[in-house]
T-cell receptor
Framework: EAQVTQNPRYLITVTGKKLTVTCSQN?????MSWYRQDPGLGLRQIYY???????DKGDVPEGYKVSRKEKRNFPLILESPSPNQTSLYFC???????????FGPGTRLLVL | GQSLEQPSEVTAVEGAIVQINCTYQ??????LSWYQQHDGGAPTFLSY????GLEETGRFSSFLSRSDSYGYLLLQELQMKDSASYFC???????????FGKGTRLHILP
């Protein structure tokens, strides 16, 4: 089954404790992306990757890191989480940026 | 800056037709996409327009006018299950960023 998976689905952590949210896709997509969704603000792109070892900043990259060492995986790293990073996070993938994006199920993060 | 504007809420009656508009201002443009998101779920793709005109997919249609930087999503024969949020999104084409609108909450009355 073609899918994008994210783990964990729910996470409660404390300020400053490094965390990683994993994202994996099995569709051989080149383009992968991370979004955060906050009430009234829609989806905002954090980082995206055009291919292995190619990443770039989206609109809200501050406080986040990503890596793309393999085509299928695109982890999101919060090295020192803060309460303003409490949000719902989605990973998505597609063949190219202009094409259909497939979204993972989301990761709900609470930073205390 | 880059932005997409769409109404925050729309209400319609079951069985009717509803149109959700989206205007965009971006530094580049590849195409306009539409996504549906039910409460508690992930966005799912509905439609994509790269060229001017109407694209039809079952009960859903999407329209694009590149000269007006404008598009809309048309939902026909509304069903209660269409109650959801709808997002327009633009791929800028210059830097491959994707920009989403803030979403339109569609309420359907029986």
């Amino acid at each position: 089954e073609a899918q994008v998976t994210q783990n964990p689905r729910y996470l409660i952590t404390v300020t400053g404790k490094k965390l990683t949210v994993t994202c994996s896709q099995n569709m051989n997509h080149e383009y992968m992306s991370w979004y955060r969704q906050d009430p009234g603000l829609g989806l905002r792109q954090i980082y995206y990757s055009m291919n292995v070892e190619v990443t770039d900043k989206g609109d809200v990259p501050e406080g986040y890191k990503v890596s793309r060492k393999e085509k299928r995986n695109f982890p999101l790293i919060l090295e020192s989480p803060s309460p303003n990073q409490t949000s719902l996070y989605f990973c998505a993938s597609s063949f190219r940026s202009a094409e259909t994006q497939y979204f993972g199920p989301g990761t709900r993060l609470l930073v205390l | 800056g880059q932005s997409l504007e769409q109404p925050s809420e729309v209400t319609a009656v079951e069985g009717a037709i509803v149109q959700i508009n989206c205007t965009y201002q971006t530094s580049g443009f590849y195409g306009l996409s539409w996504y549906q998101q039910h409460d508690g779920g992930a966005p799912t793709f509905l439609s994509y327009n790269a060229l001017d005109g109407l694209e039809e997919t079952g009960r859903f249609s999407s329209f694009l006018s590149r000269s007006d930087s404008y598009g809309y999503l048309l939902l026909q024969e509304l069903q209660m299950k269409d109650s959801a949020s709808y997002f327009c999104a633009v791929s800028s084409g210059i830097d491959d960023k994707i920009i989403f609108g803030k979403g339109t909450r569609l309420h359907i009355l029986p």
